[in-house]
């Protein structure tokens, strides 16, 4: 996102079970643990990410904001941002897609990211898999996409080259930084890095 001109969130696409769609890791002293927002999904197996209701009878808001307490209270930022992360877990959401952006808003401020951000369904792009995103920038007015290294595996670049748009590739590699308990664990949240690093987390990106 921070190395984009605009970030564009696929939410008019299936949504998966069992992904980082709506659960993500956090660090604990036992290695990680994963904080999970639960979904309406019974009956509903061809629902888009926008469609998606949570599950509030569970109380997961507070299940969640007591385990990020627990496993972070020792990390160097956590009370710098714990404001926010209280405000963030003490609103109303009704779909995911509602808390995915809150969740992302307070990260972008977290690592001061100023990019603008816009949804896939906002465009009324009906083509599927690599077209479905060589239109989305064509769309945006886009003449290059960024994409992580896993999507090489499935994305077409003949699609993009024949509308113009010029392929990027990211390829990412975690670098070890202090977490709140010995060791490293890759691949954590986003949150992990910003309350363990904080203004430098960045640097890490």
């Known amino acids: ?76 930022f956590f009370k710098e941002h714990l404001p926010g992360l209280e405000a963030l877990y003490s609103r109303d959401y009704r779909l995911l897609s509602d808390l995915a952006l809150s969740t992302m808003d307070f990260l972008k401020d977290g690592f001061a990211i100023k990019t603008p951000v816009k949804f896939s369904s906002e465009f009324k792009v009906e083509e599927a898999s690599s077209a479905r995103l060589a239109r989305l920038c064509a769309a945006a007015g886009a003449d290059e996409y960024l994409s992580g290294a896993g999507a090489k595996a499935y994305l077409d670049p003949g699609v993009f080259s024949f509308a113009g748009i010029k392929v990027l590739w990211q390829d990412f590699a975690p670098r070890q930084y202090r977490q709140a308990f010995p060791g490293f664990e890759p691949d954590m949240s986003a949150l992990d890095l910003l309350l363990n690093c904080g203004p430098a987390a960045g640097d890490y990106l």
Request: proline share 3%.
């Open 1 to 76: 996102m921070r190395a984009a001109d605009l970030f564009i969130c696929l939410d008019d696409v299936q949504f998966e079970k069992r992904e980082f769609q709506n659960r993500n890791r956090i660090r604990t002293a036992r290695g990680w643990q994963y904080l999970t927002a639960p979904v309406i999904s019974k009956g509903r197996f061809s629902q888009k990410i926008n469609e998606v209701e949570l599950d509030n009878s569970a109380g997961w808001r507070a299940d969640h904001l007591r385990a990020i307490k627990l496993n972070y209270a020792r990390a160097p």
